[in-house]
């Protein structure tokens, strides 16, 4: 695993590729005996890079002009596009965003509220090529450099002020933070070992929770000092509104608190008594002890017989309910009356009327000084007091400094261009999302559970390439989606497919280009771009299919109404009574953000074929689609098939096919819908070449 | 220490969990039915997971789980104290999972107990018409399990397991994963009613193939089942035979690949259920004085009667896990902290059904093949929240279970006499699972599943079947 990356020579002479990715391709298929399949033809290709690259099929006119387009270079100018477009980022983000267990709500989770922001980050970070060790340093720092503090012309050190938008790269660690039954689990500096240890670092840090690990020389030891660097962390709530916005809101909160008070006077009274009775009979109930700490002024108690106090307190408290039952009938008329007023009011909200919030975190002074234990089995009420730990983690130099944080010291060793971990775990999530499947298989296991990766030296030629070009993402993907290896066709002549199908069935050496099933996000943004009715716009809060999310309570995320946004906002996350990851993306297999994911399960069911078939969204799908075909071909059927074929498959239909789609259609305008229909349920739809 | 690691899929090992070990599993496409194909093929000498069921020869071939969302108050309904400790304040804990020790006062039973049938099980005027059907139930007193609050204590005796740490299965999960389904044109786990927690619908890292099947009575049993009401049924078959047509030559270029080959496996099996779920929902055949056991046509038994006579359809059609949680949502409705006759209606509406469930069940011989369970996430305490309803109490409760070789009219285990904790014959609530595990032939020591190099199991602790209640 912390072999360094010595940068292999690229093999010579096996290809006319100039690509260095195609020579350690080729040399492979010499060695393994294998021949490649063609190339894949301009329009499956264009479809196969619109997808990868921005999640959103090409359209009519760009499949012309690349067709058209005849200059050598005419491919890598798309390329650049692509990877210029804002929706780069939003598909990229995506995939970052599974490994970094992003959720929107879960289970208690405090950084509920505005955890988008976050994930708007990730998506400007990736957009402006925010180079791959900055982007990782942001989101466990806060600082995207290790310049963190500076000299005045005296000679006085200080903190930098770091870049504002950075903070919303600190959801990573936030998220961890939950509550649960009013009690703070102590969730987040476990959650921030295994996200950090699985995305940035490749190792399973996280089955040394209660064991040392079975496979990897990593020790529980190891997993709790991981542990420590994050043990002082605490939650802080940032509100996010301009000056003006604050002060007008607090007005609108007084005005709202006075009326609220005015109206709660008449209500109180008449609850008053009723409520005494009630109480006063629960106390009477008490045992006797208890009854005299009870009937004790607050501060007359002892820290005691406080916690008696407190541990009683559930059980004399009055729930509106209760007194609506012992009040009679006239009098509970005239309560719900003065409740009306009281709720008309208003001014019960947070204090923070509805001003956007985000949760940041930050080192808290007085945690520091504690010191970290290992828990029995990760239970955060169960230290093992007489094994402390200090801060570090697995592979550390001995001596590390300190000084400018626990957490700056661990991300300065794991950015450093030297860390071999670093960038191989990198190049290869890249590899995957281009090709589905890592040099190394298990993209967050470089461990020895996790196998020899296909192609060692193009691995390691890869990741001295990231650091050779500055940690740019952009840059490795365009090499990758250039290469000859990523143009192949998915599939081959019989003889070639016979040969490779008998010396590598699996594909591992990528003799052609894989077919798969594209993922949930994709399939839902290419059924409303074909609709034509995809809002694309950049940014902006989850929103939700159907009623999963619905649930109000403290720690809802933030749902926006707009639902034919992209598949990339649509709400996710896990609650223990309610569904909050709408049915679409589970049928589809997205993961719910409560673990890291590095790679989603591609399942084929029935589920999924009753969605294209039968669902609302589908329904809905098909009528706009047809519309849109019989606006845009004029009322001539041929042209209509044509187009529907180009909207959904990026090509145009074959002369059998439109044949087949015209008798179909046979020259009924509301066979459109019909006709819409099966383009959505065909195979190709939802499957990449 | 580094341990060879020869043994691991490497196929299998992420994280979330929830990827398949298995290629063949989605290959197959066996998806949604929880088609564990694995369960066939183990049979046919492919695959030798111990899992694979059964693994003796079962008593029962389907389960019917009623669970009452909320917690049933085992002591106003099958487990009867007299009412000496009434008025009077005890040792107890706080409230929820407040385990400060506390003294809280015992409310009095206002219930009256009746003997009922040969065995002379005493039950409460809730359930009367369960008390005349009491000679097919073992009622085990002695049920107990960790979690003093809703949601943990529903994860825990759903799940087996405490907290959140993995994705743990339901168990309705792991009976599918073992055994596979017995009927192609339905799914092998459902659930109707609202449930208390999504973990109580999950595969987990068993695969999402092993989830409950949402399911109800009416018009459209599974979500997306049938087409749009705009569409024709005429045109939709022709656009089945296009779709077919038009799909071929994409099918053939790609026919080496199991995954577009699982396409139309799926599409067919979708067809297929499209085909039977309506038979199975039809009730137009059934006689009224069938309807009428169940109390469907009565306003307060109605729409329970229903999804228990749809279970007793969907367990003719070898359904094999069918769940059924009655008034879930929040907390559940049996959480009666305020005053306990907050149970009486949802009594009312349970009883009939589940006494006409069995009569049914008995009258067409099936009962013996179909173990049918009654219980909740933990049962109440006897003292209240100084109020007259009842707290949480998982130290001591009651569970029914009936059929499927069960020792009917048998009364095992007790709580102490006030009822607050199983003191004779304490069972663990994993040991109910371990029970409907042996029922349908599975050894509860072979329910094993890697994950991530570590194996997982439905039930780690506990004493096994409890062997006094079974045949």
Not at chain 1, 511 to 539: F, P, Q
Request: proline residues 6%.
């Amino acid at each position: 695993v912390l072999k360094p990356v010595r940068r292999p020579p690229v093999p010579a002479s096996v290809t006319r590729s100039a690509n260095p990715i195609d020579a350690f391709i080729a040399a492979q298929y010499k060695t393994k005996g294998l021949r490649p399949a063609a190339p894949a033809d301009k329009l499956t290709l264009l479809r196969r890079v619109y997808l990868d690259l921005i999640g959103i099929p090409p359209s009519p006119a760009e499949q012309e002009a690349f067709l058209k387009d005849e200059s050598p270079d005419s491919y890598e100018k798309v390329v650049d596009r692509l990877l210029a477009s804002e929706q780069h980022g939003v598909r990229y983000a995506r995939h970052w965003l599974d490994v970094l267990r992003y959720a929107d709500a879960d289970d208690g989770m405090t950084a509920a509220a505005g955890i988008h922001y976050w994930r708007d980050w990730v998506i400007h970070a990736l957009n402006r090529d925010l180079p791959y060790d900055q982007f990782v340093r942001a989101q466990l720092t806060g600082y995207r450099t290790t310049e963190r503090t500076q000299m005045s012309a005296t000679g006085y050190r200080s903190r930098v002020e770091r870049r504002t938008d950075d903070l919303f790269a600190l959801g990573l660690l936030a998220r961890g933070d939950s509550i649960r039954e009013g009690k703070n689990t102590q969730e987040l500096p476990i959650m921030a070992v295994e996200t950090v240890s699985t995305a940035f670092m490749g190792m399973t840090v996280g089955c040394a929770k209660c064991h040392d690990h079975m496979y990897d020389p990593i020790s529980q030891h190891d997993f709790y000092a991981m542990k420590a660097l994050f043990d002082p962390l605490v939650i802080r709530k940032v509100t996010l509104a301009t000056p003006e916005q604050m002060m007008a809101q607090s007005e609108t909160l007084d005005e709202a608190q006075k009326q609220r008070a005015a109206a709660e006077v008449p209500l109180n009274a008449l609850v008053a008594p009723y409520k005494k009775k009630l109480y006063d009979d629960r106390v009477a109930m008490l045992p006797a002890d208890v009854r005299a700490i009870i009937l004790k002024p607050e501060r007359a108690r002892s820290t005691a017989e406080q916690k008696i106090a407190d541990d009683y307190f559930p059980v004399l408290r009055i729930d509106a309910e209760k007194i609506e039952e012992v009040m009679p009938p006239d009098v509970l008329k005239q309560y719900k009356q003065f409740q009306q007023a009281v709720n008309q009011a208003g001014g019960s909200g947070g204090r923070r009327g509805g001003l956007p919030v985000f949760s940041m975190v930050e080192v808290d002074r007085v945690r520091e000084l504690e010191k970290s234990y290992i828990l029995t089995s990760g239970d955060p009420e169960r230290p093992e007091k007489d094994k402390p730990v200090e801060p570090g983690w697995p592979f550390a130099p001995s001596g590390i400094d300190f000084r400018d944080g626990r957490i700056e010291a661990f991300s300065d060793w794991l950015t450093a261009p030297e860390n071999p971990l670093f960038a191989r775990v990198a190049v290869n999530r890249l590899w995957q999302w281009h090709f589905g499947e890592g040099l190394q298989k298990t993209s967050s296991d470089f461990g020895n559970l996790g196998g020899a990766p296909s192609n060692q030296p193009l691995l390691d030629w890869l990741a001295s390439e990231l650091v050779a070009r500055n940690f740019s993402m952009k840059q490795l993907h365009r090499l990758m989606v250039t290469s000859d290896t990523y143009k192949l066709a998915s599939q081959a002549d019989a003889g070639v497919a016979a040969a490779g199908m008998k010396a590598d069935p699996q594909n591992q050496f990528l003799w052609h280009y894989r077919v798969e099933r594209l993922d949930a996000e994709t399939v839902w943004d290419s059924i409303l771009s074909a609709s034509g009715n995809l809002d694309a716009t950049v940014g902006g809060p989850s929103f939700s299919v159907g009623n999963a999310g619905r649930r109000g309570g403290r720690t809802a995320p933030s749902i926006a109404a707009a639902a034919n946004r992209r598949g990339a906002y649509m709400l996710r996350g896990y609650s223990t009574n309610s569904d909050v990851t709408p049915q679409f993306l589970q049928v589809f297999d997205a993961d719910d953000g409560r673990a890291p994911c590095p790679m989603r399960t591609q399942t084929v069911t029935a589920p999924q074929g009753l969605f294209m078939m039968n669902s609302d969204e589908i329904e809905t799908a098909s009528t706009k689609f047809a519309e849109r075909l019989s606006k845009e071909s004029g009322g001539d059927f041929g042209a209509a098939v044509d187009l529907g074929y180009r909207l959904t498959f990026s090509r145009p239909p074959s002369p059998a096919e439109r044949d087949e789609a015209l008798t179909y259609i046979e020259n009924d305008p509301a066979r459109l819908k019909g006709f819409a229909w099966l383009l959505f349920n065909l195979d190709e739809f939802i499957y990449v070449q | 220490v580094i341990k060879e690691a020869t043994k691991m899929d490497l196929n299998t090992i992420y994280p979330c969990g929830r990827v398949n070990r298995r290629g063949f599993l989605h290959q197959f496409g066996g998806g949604f039915f929880g088609a564990a194909m694995g369960a066939v093929w183990a049979q046919d000498g492919k695959i030798k997971d111990a899992i694979y069921g059964p693994h003796f020869q079962p008593k029962a071939k389907s389960v019917i789980f009623l669970f009452m969302c909320g917690g049933v108050s085992h002591i106003d309904t099958f487990d009867p104290k007299d009412n000496k400790w009434a008025g009077k304040l005890i040792d107890a804990i706080g409230f929820g999972d407040n385990v400060a020790e506390m003294r809280r006062p015992v409310i009095p039973i206002l219930r009256t107990f009746t003997k009922y049938g040969q065995s002379g099980i005493p039950v409460s005027d809730w359930f009367p018409n369960v008390g005349g059907v009491i000679d097919e139930f073992a009622v085990v007193r002695s049920m107990w399990c960790n979690e003093g609050n809703h949601f943990p204590a529903v994860i825990e005796t759903t799940t087996g397991h405490r907290g959140r740490q993995f994705d743990h299965p339901t168990l309705g999960a792991w009976v599918s994963y073992a055994l596979g389904t017995a009927n192609q044109n339905l799914p092998t786990f459902v659930n109707m009613g609202r449930a208390s927690s999504p973990v109580q619908l999950t595969g987990g890292y068993l695969g999402a193939t092993v989830s409950a099947t949402p399911f109800q009575p009416g018009e459209t049993p599974i979500p997306n089942l049938y087409p749009p009401k705009s569409s024709s049924p005429a045109e939709r078959e022709r656009q089945m035979r296009v779709l077919e047509e038009m799909n071929r030559e994409f099918r053939e270029r790609y026919a080496i690949n199991s995954d577009i080959a699982a396409r139309s496996q799926a599409y067919e099996l979708a067809a297929r259920m499209q085909l039977h779920a309506p038979e199975v929902v039809d009730f137009s055949k059934e006689p009224e004085h069938v309807k009428a056991l169940y109390g469907i046509g009565e306003k307060e038994t109605d729409a329970f009667g229903k999804q228990l006579l749809l279970a007793r359809r969907l367990a003719e059609n070898h359904v094999r896990f069918i769940q059924i949680c009655h008034a879930g949502g929040g907390n559940g409705a049996w959480d009666a902290h305020g005053d306990m006759k907050t149970h009486e209606p949802l009594c009312r509406a349970v009883d009939k059904p589940i006494a006409g469930l069995i009569r049914d069940l008995k009258q067409r011989g099936m009962l013996d093949s179909t173990l049918v369970v009654f219980g909740s996430e933990f049962g109440r305490s006897p003292w209240s929240q100084n109020t007259t309803g009842r707290d949480h109490n998982p130290k001591g409760y009651t569970v029914l279970l009936a059929g499927g070789g069960v020792k009917g009219g048998t009364i095992h285990g007790a709580t102490d006499d006030v009822g607050y904790k199983a003191v004779d014959h304490p069972h663990y609530y994993s040991d109910l699972h371990a029970t409907v595990l042996h029922q349908m032939g599975l050894d509860y020591k072979k329910m094993e599943f890697n994950v991530f190099g570590r194996t997982m199991r439905l039930v780690e602790e506990g004493q096994g079947p409890i062997a006094e209640i079974l045949t």
